[in-house]
């Protein structure tokens, strides 16, 4: 499996000049995107702080219109998966494939439980009217409680914030599922060794951070 | 201070313009010399340094750390004495005196509405007593503005549902220039206005002659102001139609369908503009007018039929 | 890695439109983005020139009003986000910065291309807003007016957003690509100035873009679907938006100038051929000024409802950043004492620069008092100070190095008499078309104003003339640069005797994969007097050192001067 010309692996591009430097750069840039990521989402939780700061008892009211229950079923969720792409990683460094493979199904069927989960409550919402903005429009009566209730000023604005937050999260979930799939059906073709294994390394670095930015999100928006 | 306009800038208006021009005449002068330094070092070297020889290669020079530490320190005590000063006026522009003459000011797109306390509203001409400090209170009902007095030296933005304010204190009777300096659309170069300042004797005058009833055609006549940014009374094409000549005739609307320019009519183009849109214009009459009082409306037709 | 035959090099050594629409050579990228870059420059450009044709009178003179309004917003937001933002870094940086580290290429080809098509795509999306709806206000895109008129809004926000994102990757992939590949012996105190302004540059674009990017989405959300976070009218906060918007943008101010100081640095010392003065500062200073450019935001709000505490503070750090930028200027002023200067055309740019880029330093510091700025806030001297910085600094800055990679990208010599009209004309023009607007920003003309009163017209004709002094300037480089390409004169190896990789290790132009041998470098990046014996026998110095033939360096005889390093 080895370049001919470079002697160097065959996964090693020309332009480095060895396995070692190709896997730093890979990292480091992963990192790199994971501060962009970061910043994007810290917008978004400026954006959060100021209107709390501004409106805290529409915040104190409006938390308890989401379900701590699921959420918090939702945040074991994706530690669980958060677990079982370390645990890949884990057993690709001691060279096992198939304990990769295993791994990397099991984080993907994770991450799928997550949006389902996910789809139940925004339903939810959305039957009751707990959306966005202009459209905004609590009603409706479900276990014996008046959704009407909700209906305090600024609640559009913790509702913009709650499904801006949690949707572009969603989304980052949604890709991470389009990637575990990729390296998943790479894993599958033999492609990751003990000795190459960066892209799982840094699709479980992504991962982490999806993980990572729910566990501030939650306790953000359902709990406080 | 206080002595004729130059090239650079207009005549100041208030003391206060005079102390920001003080400071832009210390600024500037401070700055010319040392970018006349820096070029002429530039020229200087470009001409004694020139290369004469293709194998010229100059050995590096000692670079010394006390010249170096000159030009960080000196800059750094100049900005700072500049910051200071600055900041000294900026806190005088933005704290008005507490007696101050308070006035009303509502920004729309693309005309001022000046509210007295005295019950007197007007459009196109704030007039303020000289010598008396006035604070005006500004919100919008649409979209950002700014207001911007160049004589004066002030300028603040005015935001929709919220308080922003600027206050000035007039030296000489005269009239000033008001502009909007936040964009707010197609008529945005057209929305100005100007500050009267005149004497209190005449402020008082004017205050009392404007809060009596007026006949509605007249009244009328005063709020149109705030329409002649895209509305004409001389039969030209403006952003919107002309109003002269246009009572009781047939208009052709955009949509192939004709109307009669009657009360109805008007009262609605007015309330709600995008109801029925003329042949030949582009829809976009703010809705802001809809906060007419029912007076200024009655008014409003009320001149519009006089225009022949 | 076989050697490409004598002959061969990045531009003829494949051929077909695929070996370009899918290659993942930096060299060809970059010449991609060049092609891209200038077009968007030539639609901005002739934008500009008709919304100064408009201003000529007051009035109606060519257009209408929502023509004007339209055009001066295309006209900023092509020239920021499609020209201005990419044009040295994701050209010149592509094409130069592997070299200069003596890579094969950037660390990440793939991404690199990908960032391409990103901008395309991102830039396609932006003009889709023509046919969409109006796109008015100026391209700060300010709530609620933004979200108020037609849907032309969505396609600009979306385009944005994208365009974003290849910013983004380009700089990723150009930090990693300065930290992992460069190559032995090139320490981070040999490193050209250029790629420490370009590392410089990626960091602000790593930690910026995201941010603007969450803002236009927040903007697009609010006009899709009235999300009301900066909507009054719903509740939200204009203000917010502006907060937002330059915590972004002022950085974005550093994006674009940060990458001109690092191609005056290379121009100033290869011209004097000398060591560029203050070299570790100036480097320095540029990492600094990408973070401090963080804490500044603020004072483009002075007068838009933002607390006056919040003012102050931001009014001291804009000093505290304006300081170390005037000094660059000095070091540079200072390169060329005791060294030795020629003064062809790449050097006339550099020369130009520091004219038109203190100008607009010394306006940024008056634009920085607060009580001043109160009177020129939003008025024809914003207009002139950022037309100073941004066209005097960058603008003049890439046609600097343009002219001086020019015969490295493609092996061709331009017409230097010509060059050298052409950069007076520019000259000229330039100060002819911006200077009177400082004039008419202190007497309180206030900008996007379509109409105007009759006391400002001569000031705007002659804004105009210059216009058009500044525009024969610039049609004439685009003349002379393509004439260059049918029938130049062949380029050298080394034409300006300069010290950096690019010209002292790669053919002319560059061989597909840059270098046979990665080189060794033993000296810093301006040690002339350490490799004075490349120059003693004159001319096109480096063909010595290379063989001569002009055709592939040999891979023994690296030219590296054996004088120990101090």
Known sequence: MANPQTNQPAHVKHYFVSSEQQFDAAKMGMWLFLVTEILLFSGMFVAYTIYRSWHPETWMALSTALDWKLGGLNTLVLLASSFTVAMGINQIQRGNQKGLLINLILTFVFAGVFLVVKYFEYAAKIEHGLLPGAAFDPHGISHGFDYATYNV????????????????HGFHVLVGM??????????????????????????????????????????????? | MGDNGSVWLPDPGTALAGEVDTLFWFVFWTSTIMFAMVIAAKLYFMAKYKRNSESDVPEPVEESKAL??????VPTILVLIVFTWGFDVFVKLNNAPPDAYEINVRAMQWSWEFSYEEGATAYTELYVPVGRPVKLNMTSSDVLHSFYVPAFRVKHDIIPNRYTAVWFQAEEAGEYMIHCTEYCGTQHSGMNAKVVAVSEEDFAAWITEQSQDLPPAILGEQVFAQCQACHSIDGSSGIGPTMAGLYNTERALEDGSTVIADDDYLLESILNPMAKIAQGYPPVMPAGFSALSQKQLDGLIAYIKTLE | MSHSAPGLNYLNHAKGFKSWALTLDHKRIGIMYMVAVSLAFLAGGILA????LELLGPGETIMGPDAYNQSFTLHAVLMIFAFIIPAIPAVMGNFVLPIQLGAKDVAFP??????????????????????NGRIDGGWTFYAPYSTSIGNGILFVTAGVFV???SSILTGLNFIVTVHKMRAPGLTWNRLPLFIWSIYATS????????????TVLLLFLEKAFSIGIFDPALGGDPVLFQHFFWFYSHPAVYIMILPAFGVISDLMGTFSRHQVSGYKFVALSSVAIAFLGFLVWGHHMFVSGQSAVSSIVFSLITYLIGIPTGVKVINWVQTMYKGSVQLKSPMLYAI?????????????IMLGVLAIDVHLHDTYFVVAHFHYVMMGGNVIAALGGLHYWWPKMFGKMYNEFLAKIAALLVFIGFNVTFFPQFILGTQGMPRRYYDYLPQYESLHELSTYGSWILAAGLFLIMFYLIASLINGKKAGLNPWGALTLEWTHTTTPPDHHNFHDTPVVTRGAYDFHLARHLFENGGEVSELDLGGDGAAPSHEATPVPQEPVA
């Open chain 3, 352 to 364: 130009m620069f520091l004219f038109t880029f203190s100008i607009g330093g010394f306006t940024g």
């Open chain 3, 163 to 165: 365009m974003g994102f």
């Open chain 3, 110 to 131: 793939r991404l690199n291309l990908a960032s391409l098509y990103i901008y395309l795509i991102g830039a396609v999306i932006v003009m889709l807003a023509l046919v």
């Open chain 3, 49 to 52: 020139i008709l919304v100064r």
């Open chain 1, 153 to 168: 000023p600024y609640g559009p604005q913790f509702f913009s914030i709650y499904f801006v937050m949690t949707g572009i």
């Open chain 1, 178 to 224: 389009g990637l575990f799939a990729w390296i998943t059906w790479k894993a599958k073709n033999g492609a990751f060794s003990a000795d190459y294994y960066t892209p799982v390394e840094n699709c479980g670095l992504y991962w982490h951070l999806v993980d990572i930015i729910w566990i501030f999100l939650f306790p953000l928006l359902y709990l406080i």
């Open chain 2, 68 to 73: 170096e530490a000159v030009w960080i320190v």
């Open chain 3, 203 to 214: 960091i602000v674009q790593v930690l910026a873009t995201p941010v603007i990017g969450i």
